[in-house]
């Protein structure tokens, strides 16, 4: 199975009766990684994240953010916003990232934590404005946009994944041998040039660093420490 990180790590926390336990997968690698940034309506009255957190203090409750629904890396991401900026903001939560970016066009809500792959053109065509990178590095599609920390918010951290498990019990030589042959393709030319076109970053992990990044996501999100586990917990 390929997912992002919600059916492998987070979803035991946040919804009952799930039908599946997450940590039976038997982890084989991640895909890829790319980071969340901040995307705003146009007209909203910020340049910066530090004018953004000033507008939000001075109108609590005022701002608006869009996520794909209760649990997913954009509402996580907004709400660890408003734990480490000391904000209050309203959750609007839409059917998908694609309804949620067409509604921040078009004014109707002001802010959302999308990748670069979406977001970078919409940018490029001032349809929409980026105000930070949620990572601790700038990303190569946005050379010219600060990170969290540098635009004064350090710590925080939201990235977004891809992993890939096998069902519980597969048996541990067929789990390593998938992990090998994928690995190798992942480090190929053409998969490395095109995920970067596509501002990924391939994972290619080893499985115990790949079972280690499952483990610490899901203990920060169960230590009630978001910016934790946001190095594990994005979705899209």
Do not use: C
């Amino acid at each position: 199975m390929v997912a992002p990180p919600a059916p492998l790590t987070f979803n035991n926390l946040l919804f009952r009766d799930l039908g599946y336990r997450p940590e039976l997968f038997v982890p084989i690698t991640l895909l890829a990684k790319i980071p969340n940034v901040l995307v705003v309506r146009n007209n909203l009255p910020a340049m910066s994240l530090g004018e953004l957190i000033a507008y939000a203090k001075a109108n609590p409750d005022r701002l608006s953010y869009a996520s794909q629904g209760v649990g997913s890396t954009a509402h996580l991401s907004a709400s660890q916003l408003e734990a480490l900026a000391g904000i209050r903001m309203v959750h609007v939560p839409y059917r998908g990232a694609q309804p949620a970016l067409t509604d921040v066009m078009a004014g109707n809500v002001d802010l959302f934590f999308d990748t670069p792959t979406t977001s970078v053109p919409l940018y490029r065509n001032k349809m929409i404005k980026i105000l930070a990178v949620a990572d601790f590095n700038r990303t190569h599609a946005l050379a010219e946009i600060p990170t969290f920390s540098e635009a004064g918010l350090p710590g925080f951290r939201s990235i977004t994944w891809f992993g890939l498990v096998a069902p519980p019990n597969t048996p541990a030589a067929i789990a390593d041998k998938i992990n090998h042959d994928v690995i190798e393709v992942l480090g190929s030319k053409n998969i490395g040039d095109r995920l970067h076109d596509l501002s990924l970053d391939p994972g290619a992990t080893t499985r115990p660093d790949t079972a280690k990044f499952f483990a610490e996501g899901n203990h920060a999100l169960e230590q009630g420490d978001p910016a934790g586990g946001h190095r594990a917990a994005v979705i899209l």
